[in-house]
C-alpha cells in the first residue's frame, strides 16, 4: 500500500504544472516578468515533469523507485528532480539562480557530477541551494556573486560524468542554513526537516 501511494503521488506530481515560460535576453539570463519577479532553476520549469518530487522514498529495487532504470541511492529524496522532455538529449539546457546570492562550490561531487552550491536567502531565512548534474565546463565559478534569473550553468548530458553516469535533468535542492551539505538523500523522514521542498517556494 505504501509503495503504491508513492508512485501515485510522482505520477500526479509527474502531471501538475507549476508557470509559464520566461524569455531570456543575449546572455542567455532569464528576463524576470514585469510585475512577478519570478525565476524558475531551470528552463521551462513551470511545465516539466517531475518524477522524483522532494520527500519520495526510494531504493535501487525497481518496485520502489519512478526512474527506470533505477538509479542506485536509497533514502528519501531531498531536492527535486526536473525531467527532460523528448528530444532534449541533445539540446542545450540552461540552468539559472533563483536567488542573489553567493556561489559556494563549483566543480565535481559524486553523485552529482556537476554540481554548484550557492548561499542565499529565502524567504528571511539562510539557505544552500543545490543545483546538480550540470556540464562541468560551463559552472560559474566558485566565490561568485549571481543574481537571479543569472545563467551558471547547462545540463550535462546522459550518463556521462559530468551528470556521473546518471539521466540527463536537473536536481535542484534546498538546505537549510549556510552549509556545505550535499547529501541528496537522507535515511529518516524527520531529517527532512532539514532541507526545504522546492514545490513550497517556487518560482522564486
Known sequence: MKRSLLFFTALLLTACTFGG???????GNLVVMQGTGKVWPIEGGGSRKILLP???HVTP????NPIDPPE????????TDFEISQGEADKV???YAVCDGDINSSGFVEGYGGLITEYCTINNEKVTVLYGH???DSLVAAKTAVTKGQKIAILGAAHSHDTDENRKHLHFGIVKGWTNDVNGYVQTPEELNLF???KTVLPL
Not at 21 to 27: E, H, L, W
Not at 61 to 64: E, I, K
Not at 72 to 79: A, D, K, L, N, T
Open 61 to 64: 529495487d525497481a518496485t520502489n
Open 93 to 95: 539546457i540552461n540552468v
Open 72 to 79: 542506485r541511492f536509497s533514502g528519501y529524496h531531498v531536492g
Open 54 to 56: 522532494f520527500g519520495m
Open 196 to 198: 526545504m521542498d522546492a
Open 21 to 27: 515560460a520566461r524569455n531570456t535576453d543575449g546572455s
Open 134 to 136: 550540470l556540464a562541468i
